[in-house]
T-cell receptor, first 114, second 112 residues
Framework: ETGVTQSPTHLIKTRGQQVTLRCSSQSGHNTVSWYQQALGQGPQFIFQYYREEENGRGNFPPRFSGLQFPNYSSELNVNALELDDSALYLC?????????????FGQGTRLTVV | QQQVKQSPQSLIVQKGGISIINCAYENTAFDYFPWYQQFPGKGPALLIAIRPDVSEKKEGRFTISFNKSAKQFSLHIMDSQPGDSATYFCAASRQGAQKLVFGQGTRLTINP
């Protein structure tokens, strides 16, 4: 177990709705990254948060937004859900340093948009 | 633009055999190359990682070979076991663990 927990584990939403996914990072880690993993594909980087600020963003539209809290937990918000947003959403925590360190993933939230 | 290409897409190996998965990258600024193992319904789990200052890293039955000039790296699983059946992803990043770029994955099946 990595110590990274995500909630909920599964979620079904209707197209056009909004969703919030949550992540608790591993103890001692100050950086949280979010990834989208479509079925049969590798994870795609959405964005990263470091010390409550967005610190890099992938090729995702602004309706994907996030937050990081003082305890380093994080939320991913997706507005105006589209069918293509159906995927496994993964949170990864790490400890930012000059040389970097390993990123540890949670079990993911399976989002289905109908 | 796909920056990390992984092959093969699927692989079947007999128990006790050697499983080999290959990755090639384009961005020479990448300086961290991890491999992740993912079981169905689970998140990716870090298996082993290498930095470009070494050509090989071994941890138990898992070995990464790294060829900086060819911009390629590979995962070797020795004495493959049925429990190794999973999807494996290579990845690459700059400045350590920030923004991982993943390959497309290899579904490995170890036949008993």
């Amino acid at each position: 177990e990595t110590g990274v927990t995500q909630s909920p584990t599964h979620l079904i939403k209707t197209r056009g709705q909004q969703v919030t996914l949550r992540c608790s990072s591993q103890s001692g880690h100050n950086t949280v990254s979010w990834y989208q993993q479509a079925l049969g594909q590798g994870p795609q980087f959405i964005f990263q948060y470091y010390r409550e600020e967005e610190n890099g963003r992938g090729n995702f539209p602004p309706r994907f937004s996030g937050l990081q809290f003082p305890n380093y937990s994080s939320e991913l918000n997706v507005n105006a859900l589209e069918l293509d947003d159906s995927a496994l959403y993964l949170c990864a925590s790490s400890l930012a340093s000059v040389t970097g360190t390993e990123a540890f993933f949670g079990q993911g939230t399976r989002l289905t948009v109908v | 633009q796909q920056q990390v290409k992984q092959s093969p897409q699927s692989l079947i190996v007999q128990k006790g055999g050697i499983s080999i998965i290959n990755c090639a990258y384009e961005n020479t600024a990448f300086d961290y190359f991890p491999w992740y193992q993912q079981f169905p319904g689970k998140g990716p789990a870090l298996l082993i990682a290498i930095r470009p200052d070494v050509s090989e890293k071994k941890e138990g039955r898992f070995t990464i070979s790294f060829n900086k000039s060819a911009k390629q790296f590979s995962l070797h699983i020795m004495d493959s076991q049925p429990g190794d059946s999973a999807t494996y992803f290579c990845a690459a990043s700059r400045q350590g663990a920030q923004k991982l770029v993943f390959g497309q994955g290899t579904r490995l099946t170890i036949n008993p």
